[in-house]
């Protein structure tokens, strides 16, 4: 269409294909490009909007799976922390005591029960050989129930005694020289990892795994076999029974005099002995009026109302 056609009337009067897309000058040269753009412009919008949803289910899908990650989390933690709680219960209740509820009187079925250990006692005592059996079952600091059984030589029988009968302890002493040094420790009197030439200058014994002469051995490695000290003291002189016959100040001399030696280095081992509280004994006492006897008496036996315990006759 020619430009000047196209002028002749308003646009609007025209007809749809009377203004066509292009226009052209009397010779033919174009005036206006044909419009294109429309199609272009739908399409951008296409992929724009096709863009836009993507980013946004992006986004959504990142958002859901933070949280569920988050909650996952937070689920784990708790139920560790419920777990360890639980743990931690379990534990508490383990070493919980449970509050003990006192009998008014021992039921009869428990005195009936006692009573048929007798004939077990017998039986070991008769398998073991033993002449001599005393047992004892305590209920809140009172004897309930007692048995004592010997040998009778005429009857060649073991027969239950009913009086008491005097009888020594012998390494059942050890746990009173222990006992006693715990209570000096608690008192100040003593440190138990203090050495023991603390309280016993005198001790002295060859030590082929440090050149300290045992100078370092403490109190707590005494009492608790973990000296490296020997099972007995080095005593030449034993009378028939096989007792040491001499006191602390000769089994000293006699540590230096003698080749006797540490067994193995103090802490390192445990070894049961004699010796170790012979020492331990005497040395944590020396300080005491009266030494390791009165010592015992004084701060275990009357305490404690042993009244039939003694380190001598005398006083039973």
Known sequence: MHYEAAMTSPTELLAPDVFPDDI????????????????????????????????????????????????????????????????????????????????????????????????????????????????????YDEVIWDAKFRWNDETKEL????????FPVASLTKVITALLAYKLHNDGTIGLDDPIVKYEPDFWVRNPYKNDNGTEITIRELITFSSGLPREAPCYQDNAKNYCPHNTSYILQQLRKDTTRLLFPPGSDVLYGNLPFAIAGNAISNNYTGGFKKCVQDKIFEPLKMKSSSFSLNNL
């Open 24 to 139: 052209t000058d009397m010779n033919g040269n174009a005036m206006c490009e044909k419009h294109t753009s429309k199609v272009d412009f739908h399409q951008k919008r296409s992929i724009t909007r096709c863009l836009l949803w993507f980013l946004i289910f992006f986004i959504a899908t990142t958002l859901v799976m933070a949280a569920l990650f988050t909650w996952k989390m937070v689920e784990s933690t708790n139920d560790s922390e419920n777990s360890i709680g639980e743990k931690s219960q379990e534990n508490k209740t383990c070493h919980k005591k449970a509050k003990p509820v006192r009998f008014k009187s021992i039921p009869k079925t428990i005195q009936d029960y006692l009573e048929s250990w007798k004939e077990d006692i017998k039986t070991k005592m008769k398998e073991t050989k033993q002449n001599v059996a005393l047992v004892n079952v305590v209920y």
């Open 159 to 166: 027969k239950e005694e009913k009086v008491e009968k005097l």
